[in-house]
């Protein structure tokens, strides 16, 4: 079964870090362009980072350049987003994504995304 689970969300404070991990199963997170996506209530689904597989690079919305890194474990077949100095409006669901489309879609277009997603993972940063 082609599928995503994702594990990690939670309550912080301001200026902690936390690490999403999204495992896949039915697939390899190294032979598909992967994403991160991030969606508050009454706004559209906006790309947080995404690994392309065409050329392995990596893109972070400007909002969240210096402080997320994403990667991906081949072994472990999980995709992860390190998330470090967290603000009040990094707040949203959370969702893990592989675009099974090639050449994969960008990262500001997860509407494109034709593949399979998490189930999405609440995330909560308090001021």
């Known amino acids: 079964q082609v599928q995503l689970v994702e594990s990690g969300g939670g309550l912080v404070q301001s200026g902690d870090s936390l690490t999403l991990s999204c495992r896949a199963s039915g697939f390899h997170v190294d032979s598909y362009g992967i994403g991160w996506f991030r969606q508050i209530p009454g706004k559209e689904r906006e790309g947080v980072s995404c690994?392309?597989?065409?050329?392995?690079?990596?893109y972070y919305a400007d909002s969240v350049k210096g402080r997320f890194i994403i990667s991906r474990d081949y072994h472990k077949n999980t995709m992860y987003l390190q998330m470090n100095s967290l603000q009040p409006n990094d707040t949203g669901v959370y969702y893990c994504a592989a675009d099974f489309s090639y050449p994969d879609h960008a990262c500001t277009a997860p509407g494109e995304w034709s593949g399979v997603w998490g189930q999405g993972t609440q995330v909560t940063v308090s001021s």
């Open positions: 690994i392309s597989d065409r050329d392995g690079s990596t």
